[in-house]
C-alpha cells in the first residue's frame, strides 16, 4: 500500500521529485536485507566494491575515503572491520610506513558474488533496452549535476 502511494505522487511536481528520492532509498535499503549482527553495512560493501574496481593506486584508504565520500574515520572503522573478517588485507607501504595499501582477499573477491546491489542491478536489467538506456543516462546527469553541486 505504501510504495503504491509512493509511486504515485512521482508525477506531482516537487513532491514528485522528493517520492522519487524516496522510492530510491527505499529501493537501496530493500537491497541491503541482511542487517543483523555481523552483517557486511553498506560502508563495507561499499568499499568492497571500490576495491574491486580501483587500480592499484587508488587503493589507499585516503582514496578509498574520497571515492564513498567520508572522513578517513568512518572509513578506517570499516577497512579494520573487513580486515578483522579476512576479506581484505592492509600492509604498510615499504617505501613509507605511514602509507598503507588494501587489497582484497580472495574471500573478499568471493563475498562479492553475495553483493546486494546484483538485485537492484538485476531490476534493472529486466527493463526494455530505451528504458534502461535513459535510466541510466539520467542517472549519470544526476550525479555529475550532484559533482558540481557539491
Known amino acids: 500500500m505504501q510504495k503504491q502511494k509512493v509511486i504515485e505522487t512521482l508525477d506531482t511536481g516537487d513532491r514528485g521529485d522528493l517520492a522519487a ?25 561499499a568499499i568492497l566494491r571500490c576495491l574491486a574496481r580501483a587500480t592499484p593506486e587508488q587503493k589507499t584508504p585516503t582514496w578509498i575515503a574520497r571515492f564513498v565520500g567520508l572522513t578517513l574515520a568512518p572509513v578506517t572503522r570499516a577497512l579494520e572491520s573487513l580486515n578483522r573478517r579476512g576479506l581484505i588485507l592492509r600492509t604498510k607501504n615499504s617505501a613509507d610506513g605511514r602509507q598503507t595499501t588494501v587489497a582484497l582477499t580472495e574471500s573478499g573477491r568471493q563475498i562479492l ?9 538485476a531490476l534493472i536489467s529486466r527493463l526494455p533496452d530505451e528504458q534502461r538506456h535513459q535510466f541510466k543516462q539520467t542517472l549519470q546527469s544526476i550525479s555529475i549535476q550532484g559533482l558540481l553541486d557539491g
Open 21 to 45: 528520492a524516496i522510492l530510491i532509498d527505499k529501493l537501496l535499503n530493500d537491497a541491503y536485507v541482511d542487517k543483523g549482527p555481523g552483517h557486511i553495512s553498506r560502508l563495507q560493501w
Open 113 to 121: 558474488d553475495k553483493d546486494p546491489l546484483k538485485s537492484l542491478a
